[in-house]
């Protein structure tokens, strides 16, 4: 798994003639694992959705490798780029197993089965996500946080060196937020994760891409980008953000008015 080098140029995407992203512009480096943050429709899960097939963008380009992601074929660039939604998924009738099996699916012809190394990546897959223990149970039978793990083991599965995860640790109790995030910090993979989590972006993120009314307005190494001012801009609230006295990383604290909400 190589990780890729993946590049977002101009990119605009409009829906019935209102703009969601506009003029976006990333460079991500092979290895690097960065966060796109900002308020609720912000734009982020739009973007991601231009970078694995899932919406085209209006103008400008996605780059893989300097491959045009779009035009790549569905099963190629499931080869390169694996992705895990934040909406969730149909009901399957399918066992935990079966779910994290389809990740292989884009190396096999029609109606091939799983050989011996498939088999070792899926239950690999499994183990690190802490779902080995589910493997036999109904995937529509499992609760949000277990689904999630489920789903992103199924990317683990697809051995890209880049992935895209919407809301990773949506659903997840704090320990598994933590392994979730660290395990995509130690693949070594090239990383793009939309996370609400300020605090957990600062503290597994090389940068913060911050974005507002579909524009991206700040990209940097989280101490940079995660000030006072861009926080009162963007999210309109007052916070301190301090480096933190253990780890050294920016711990953001919001600051609550008397009435309960956030001081002007």
Not at 11 to 29: I, P, Q, S, T, Y
Not at 95 to 100: A, C, I, K, R, S
Not at 224 to 249: F, I, S
Request: aromatic letters at 4%; one cysteine or more.
């Amino acid at each position: 798994m190589t990780p890729g080098a993946l590049r977002v140029e101009n990119v605009g995407v409009a829906v019935a003639g209102r703009a969601l992203v506009r003029d976006a512009c990333l460079d991500v480096a092979p290895g690097e694992v960065v966060s796109l943050v900002g308020p609720n429709g912000a734009g982020k899960s739009t973007l991601l959705r231009t970078l694995y097939h899932a919406r085209r963008p209006t103008s400008g380009r996605v780059l893989l490798d300097g491959e045009d992601v779009w035009r790549m074929s569905g099963r190629r660039l499931a080869r390169r780029l694996a992705a895990v939604l934040q909406e969730s998924p149909g009901e399957f009738e399918l066992t935990v197993y079966e779910v994290v099996a389809m990740g292989r699916s884009p190396y096999k012809r029609a109606f091939q089965g799983d050989d011996t190394d498939d088999r070792q990546i899926i239950l690999d897959a499994l183990a690190a996500l802490d779902v080995t223990g589910l493997a036999r149970a109904p995937f529509d039978r499992l609760s949000g946080g277990e689904k999630q793990r489920v789903l992103i083991a199924r990317a683990l599965t697809q051995r890209t060196g880049t992935i895209v995860l919407d809301e990773p640790t949506n659903h997840l109790d704090l320990r598994h937020q933590l392994d979730v995030l660290r395990l995509v910090r130690g693949l070594g993979l090239t990383a793009v994760l939309a996370l609400h989590d300020l605090n957990l972006a600062a503290a597994f993120c090389d940068r913060i891409c911050v974005m507002n009314a579909g524009r991206i307005v700040a990209d940097g190494p989280p101490a940079r980008v995660l000030t006072p001012a861009l926080l009162a801009e963007v999210y309109q609230v007052e916070a301190d953000v301090t480096a933190h006295p253990r780890t050294g990383l920016p711990q953001i604290t919001v600051l609550p008015g008397i009435d309960g909400r956030a001081t002007p």
